[in-house]
Nanobody, 126 residues
Framework: QVQLVESGGGLVQAGGSLRLSCAASGRTFSSYGMGWFRQNPGKEREFVAA????????YYADSVKGRFTISRDNAKNTVYLQMNSLKAEDTAVYSC???????????????????WGQGTQVTVSS
């Protein structure tokens, strides 16, 4: 069992930056691939970024590539999402998720993940 708690969301102007954190409980954090997803009301959950168990491989949605950076610190049981050059269309609830034994293609699919955080709101004003 893994519990995930996100933090770092808030209100920011377009062009600004935020860093989201996702703290995981348990001693097996390094066994999980980690992902960030976002969702707006009435819309499907959207893949944002993911990182492999060791941190050696990262994956991004085209819409955030070059602006967002995912990283993890296995000693701190934490995964981060650095978001720069934010746009109004980045506004959403951002959730982190943990996945066991991920094939590369699994990272992009929400239903493949085993555990989810409660989410944190990011609002970008234009």
């Amino acid at each position: 069992q893994v519990q995930l708690v996100e933090s770092g969301g808030g209100l920011v102007q377009a062009g600004g930056s935020l860093r989201l954190s996702c703290a995981a409980s348990g001693r097996t954090f390094s066994s999980y691939g980690m992902g960030w997803f976002r969702q707006n009301p009435g819309k499907e959950r959207e893949f944002v970024a993911a990182i492999s168990r060791s941190g050696g491989n990262t994956y991004y949605a085209d819409s955030v590539k070059g602006r967002f950076t995912i990283s993890r610190d296995n000693a701190k049981n934490t995964v981060y999402l650095q978001m720069n050059s934010l746009k109004a269309e980045d506004t959403a609830v951002y959730s982190c998720a943990a996945i066991l034994f991920p094939a590369e293609s699994y990272y992009y699919t929400p239903r493949r993940y085993h555990y989810w955080g409660q989410g944190t709101q990011v609002t970008v004003s234009s």
